[in-house]
């Protein structure tokens, strides 16, 4: 059983920067594919980014790139991602969730990731 614990949210002003973490605890930890996705109040859950576990492969979504930096850590079973620029926009609970090999759906599909965080709050002041 994997278990996803994130950290790092908060409340921060317009072009504050925030880093969030997601450790995962298991006794084998080796997914294919890592992935931050965020849910704004009242909109759907969207994939903001996402990192191949081996090779640090990554993709980013058109309204976070050039601002958000997702990066693991394989020895502490760790991803983070780096948020800079905030924008109220950006206000959302931020999910991370771990998916195996590709399987038909795209990695910015949910159903790409077998394992899900409880979420952390981000709240970005204008």
């Known amino acids: 059983q994997v278990q996803l614990v994130e950290s790092g949210g908060g409340l921060v002003q317009a072009g504050d920067s925030l880093r969030l973490a997601c450790a995962a605890s298991a006794r084998t930890f080796s997914p294919y594919i890592m992935g931050w996705f965020r849910q704004a109040p009242g909109k759907e859950r969207e994939s903001v980014t996402f990192?191949?576990?081996?090779?640090?492969?990554?993709s980013y979504a058109d309204s976070v790139k050039g601002r958000f930096t997702i990066s693991r850590d394989n020895a502490k079973n760790t991803v983070y991602l780096q948020m800079n620029s905030l924008k109220p926009e950006d206000t959302a609970v931020y999910y991370c969730a771990a998916g195996g090999p590709f399987r038909g759906s795209p990695y910015s599909s949910q159903r790409a990731y077998d394992y899900w965080g409880q979420g952390t709050q981000v709240t970005v002041s204008s």
């Open positions: 990192i191949t576990w081996t090779g640090g492969n990554t």
